[in-house]
């Protein structure tokens, strides 16, 4: 339910989303200088969805459009704003514990990369704003590079009912009346196998 409903998120995102400049070689040029990425070190970009979910938050996803410029030195999760590339977060082999999809590596949804802190969604989009299936694929083979097992459908469940409530609060419709309620929620948790020789 979880995976469907993100995917609906995103999927309304890639209808919104404004194209980013990264193909024309001034476009690459601003990105390796603004991201101090060599060229020789980039393996492809792509507009890219995403967002970090710590463990134990909400599992809802409020996803960034911005770039995934894959690199030999890491997976560079980028924003684009005033002119500028900005680095938001970058994802190495060594960070990640195991990856995710809702069905299978090879079908048009996104991919959940697991570290010990948080987890990533990542979506990759053609020019088109269509799922591009040769980055999501390359996403995969990078960042599980070191043997970490790509989890399909319930092995991969990544939340649960958390035993804590959330509080809403707001004002009745067409009233000045207050209300408050607790709610219990989805919380976010991480599914990857523990290590031979890690404890729980």
Known sequence: MRALSLLCLLSSLILAACAIPYQTPEARGQIERDLSVNANDIINISETNFCALRYGDEALCHAKIGLGVLTRKGLVLTLYNSGHYHADLTLRPEDVLCGSTATSRVTPEPVNMFTREYAVVLLPLNEQGKWNGSMHEQ??????????PLLIGTAGKSSRLSDKDKIITGTIPGTKLPYMTELKYMEQLNP?????GEGH
């Open 139 to 148: 996403m995969i083979d990078y960042l599980l590079k070191n043997g970490q």
């Open 192 to 196: 990857c196998p523990v290590p031979v």
